[in-house]
């Protein structure tokens, strides 16, 4: 990814956010450490084929103000186009054309990526507490 990944900067926001001494955090549910279980899609459970068109995924975190979402629309020659917003009122960042297929998997990567790294800053600011 590069310097301007939007990513870097709603996950830095997110530890500034958790990083404030004077507000508790609550305890994170525990989150299970075998690489299989975290990396499971949810499109697996469901049969037949997806369809790109509409298919979306949003990101975690504490804050829907910061929270990532990867929405897929086809257009009127039939591409499709991935649209990343932060919060629900930034101005979309477009990704394509490319295929139905290119598109999912782009929002699937994308959405496992972000959660890959939130996971890891919860699990940081987590060690931090308990050094403390």
């Known amino acids: ?9 709603a996950l830095a926001a997110i530890a500034s956010i958790l ?8 305890e994170a549910p525990s989150v ?11 499109e697996a459970e469901s ?6 068109d ?15 979402k990867w929405s897929v629309r086809r257009d ?4 499709y186009f991935v649209d990343e917003t932060i919060g629900d009122n930034s101005a979309p960042i477009n990704s394509g054309p490319m295929t139905g297929d ?10 496992s990526e972000a959660r890959r790294r939130f996971e ?4 940081d600011m987590t060690a931090r507490d308990k050094s403390a």
């Open 32 to 42: 299970p450490e075998t690489p299989a279980a975290a990396e499971k899609p949810a």
């Open 54 to 68: 509409g298919y979306s995924k949003t990101g975690p975190g504490p804050l829907q103000a910061i929270r990532f």
């Open 19 to 26: 990083d404030k001494p004077e507000a508790p955090v609550p």
């Open 76 to 79: 009127d020659r039939g591409d």
């Open 102 to 111: 290119e598109a999912i998997r782009f929002v699937d990567e994308r959405a």
């Open 120 to 123: 890891g800053i919860r699990r």
């Open 47 to 52: 049969s037949g084929p997806i369809e790109a």
């Open 1 to 9: 990814m590069n310097d301007s990944d939007p990513t870097d900067h």
